[in-house]
């Protein structure tokens, strides 16, 4: 598994990079972490296992992923807030939210620099956000 956004489409990368842009404007406390940008068939196929034949809660609806795809078509993300650090009382960390409203702002974000956001999905995926197909997947910049 690949987070790093030069595994991801460079019309991706680039919308991205705006999202990011604007999210950090709206949002300074809270922080847009990538957590995938590119993963193998295999480990897909363990992902969608999950839940299904292997231990855990569904965290995939699909055996083959815009992640999948060279260079990826799709970025994972969660959103870091300021908590309280694990070894201390008094530090600060970021720590991870998977409150639902905290991922919301990401539909109009992403819908203002050309992402799909997969939060607005029958199959809710806050986390997923890809590139629109009419962006081809070679000979683009
Ligand atoms: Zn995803």
Same mark, same amino acid.
């Given at each position: 598994?690949?987070?790093?956004?030069?595994?991801?489409?460079?019309?991706?990368?680039?919308?991205?990079? +705006? !999202?990011?842009?604007?999210?950090?404007?709206?949002? $300074?406390?809270?922080?847009?972490?990538? /957590?995938? %940008?590119? *993963?193998?068939?295999?480990?897909? +196929? !363990?992902?969608?296992?999950?839940?299904?034949?292997? $231990?855990?809660?569904?965290?995939?609806? /699909?055996? %083959?992923? *815009?992640?999948?795809?060279?260079?990826?078509?799709?970025?994972?993300?969660?959103?870091?807030?300021?908590?309280?650090?694990?070894?201390? /009382?008094?530090?600060?960390?970021?720590?991870?939210?998977?409150?639902?409203?905290?991922?919301?702002?990401?539909?109009?974000?992403?819908?203002?620099?050309?992402?799909?956001?997969?939060?607005?999905?029958?199959?809710?995926?806050?986390?997923?956000?890809?590139?629109?197909?009419?962006?081809?997947?070679?000979?683009?910049?």
């Amino acid at each position: 598994m690949i987070r790093t956004l030069d595994h991801a489409h460079p019309v991706l990368r680039v919308r991205f990079e +705006a !999202l990011k842009g604007l999210w950090d404007q709206a949002h $300074p406390t809270e922080h847009l972490q990538i /957590t995938c %940008v590119w *993963r193998s068939r295999d480990e897909q +196929a !363990l992902l969608y296992a999950q839940g299904r034949t292997a $231990p855990g809660d569904v965290v995939t609806w /699909t055996r %083959v992923s *815009r992640h999948n795809l060279m260079p990826s078509r799709a970025i994972d993300v969660c959103i870091l807030v300021d908590g309280v650090g694990l070894c201390s /009382t008094t530090s600060k960390a970021h720590v991870a939210s998977w409150e639902n409203a905290k991922y919301a702002p990401l539909g109009p974000l992403c819908e203002t620099v050309g992402l799909i956001w997969g939060g607005a999905w029958l199959h809710h995926d806050r986390c997923h956000i890809q590139l629109p197909d009419d962006v081809p997947q070679r000979g683009a910049a």
